[in-house]
Nanobody
Framework: QVQLVESGGGLVQAGGSLRLSCAASGRTFNNYAMGWFRQAPGKEREFVAVINWSGISTDYADSVSGRFTTSRDNAENMVYLQMNSLKPEDTAVYYC???????????????WGQGTQVTVSS
């Protein structure tokens, strides 16, 4: 069992940066790949980024590649999403989630945080 809590969302102007954090509890955190998803009003939840259990492998959606970076600190049970060059279309609720391996579909993730709102103004 893994419990996840996101933080770091907020309001930022286009071109700005935010760093999201995801705090995990549970002794099995190191066994899981961690994904980031986002959901904008009226849209389906979409994949943003994923990092494997060791932090060596990452992958990103085309829409954020080169602007977003995910990392993790297994000693602290933390996962991060650094978001640079933010655009208004990045506005959404952002979620972290845990899966048994690198996955791209929301249905493949067993554990979810409550989400944190990111709003990018133009």
């Amino acid at each position: 069992q893994v419990q996840l809590v996101e933080s770091g969302g907020g309001l930022v102007q286009a071109g700005g940066s935010l760093r999201l954090s995801c705090a995990a509890s549970g002794r099995t955190f190191n066994n899981y790949a961690m994904g980031w998803f986002r959901q904008a009003p009226g849209k389906e939840r979409e994949f943003v980024a994923v990092i494997n259990w060791s932090g060596i492998s990452t992958d990103y959606a085309d829409s954020v590649s080169g602007r977003f970076t995910t990392s993790r600190d297994n000693a602290e049970n933390m996962v991060y999403l650094q978001m640079n060059s933010l655009k208004p279309e990045d506005t959404a609720v952002y979620y972290c989630a845990a899966a048994t391996g690198i996955r791209y579909r929301a249905n493949d993730y067993a554990f979810w945080g409550q989400g944190t709102q990111v709003t990018v103004s133009s």
